[in-house]
């Protein structure tokens, strides 16, 4: 019996669009044959903005660490707690003298596990399919796309950022912008993954990008662009902010436009 196809896809297909590759688990910082448990573990962790930071310090000192050397962001009592739920779970192994190390060897950055996570936000809060992770074939742009979900029927596409806004440039909003012109979704959204500012160096991005477009504020840190495309961040909540975004988005017009 053929495989069902997966609702996003089909979209996708129905516009032109091949799904090359879709949810890869090489670079996610977990073991990808993780246990039904533990995954609904790790998704609840996840929402903890801290534990986010402390998984890119981990990743960032991935050869070798200490507890102490993960005390940027969070508590020693904490960074204690997130080491012994790694360990008990097999993400990351004791090397001796104290010193950890995280098991797998390919992961470089937090960004798939980010985009696996928002994802996942997609299917369990919204209650909505998503593909974290997407290439395409048959469309004008190249470059992946980090999560596409179907949200009442509409195509919505995120662009999930982990670096802080000073690691991001102009070029980076343009290649968002392309990406969402080529495939046309309901509703795109730029969301990065910091509680500090958008309005200081990421906004002006976009109000270059989107010249003659209005864009509101819609709440604290972010914004709208004529209720198609979002910024934000994750202050006070990642979940939180996606959904104020698909608030914005279905609820933008009138009963009658």
Same mark, same amino acid.
């Given at each position: 019996?053929?495989? &069902? ?8 297909? &129905?516009?032109?669009?091949e799904?090359?590759l ?6 996610? $910082? ?10 609904d573990?790790?998704?609840e ?5 801290s $534990?986010?930071?402390f ?6 000192n ?6 102490g050397?993960?005390?940027?962001y ?9 080491? &012994?739920?790694? @360990?008990? =779970? ?32 997609f299917? &369990? ?10 290439r ?10 980090d ?15 982990s ?12 290649? $968002?912008?392309s990406r ?7 509703l ?20 270059k990008? @989107?010249e003659? =477009? ?8 972010t $914004? ?20 104020l975004? @698909? ?8 009963f009658?436009?």
């Open positions: 019996m053929k495989e &069902r196809e997966h609702p996003v896809a089909s979209m996708l297909r &129905r516009r032109g669009f799904v090359l879709s949810n890869p688990t090489e670079y996610l $910082f977990f073991p990808p044959d993780l246990e039904s448990a533990f995954e573990e790790l998704y962790m996840l929402k903890k903005y $534990f986010r930071l998984i890119r310090e981990v990743i960032k991935r050869r070798s660490f200490r507890a050397d993960l005390l940027k969070s508590t020693l009592e904490w960074v204690e707690r997130y080491l &012994r739920f790694l @360990l008990d =779970r097999g993400v990351i192994d004791e090397a001796g003298g104290g010193t950890y190390r995280l098991k797998s060897e390919a992961v470089f950055s937090f960004g798939d596990t980010l985009e696996w996570f928002v994802a996942n936000i299917e &369990r809060e919204f209650s909505s399919p998503a593909l974290w992770g997407v395409l074939g048959g469309g004008s742009v190249g470059g992946d796309y999560v596409v979900a179907e949200v009442e029927g509409e195509l919505v596409y995120v662009e999930v950022k670096s802080p806004p000073k690691n991001i440039e102009e070029t980076e909003v343009l290649a $968002f912008m969402a012109l080529d495939l046309k979704p309901s795109a959204i730029f969301l990065e993954d910091t509680r500090l500012r958008m309005k200081d160096k990421i906004m002006p991005f976009f109000e990008v @989107l003659g =477009r209005h864009i509101d504020r819609v709440q604290d840190e $914004f709208s662009a004529e209720g198609r495309v979002f910024i934000t961040n994750s202050a006070p909540g990642l979940v939180a902010n996606l959904a975004c @698909l608030k914005g988005h279905l609820r933008r017009r009138g009658w436009d």
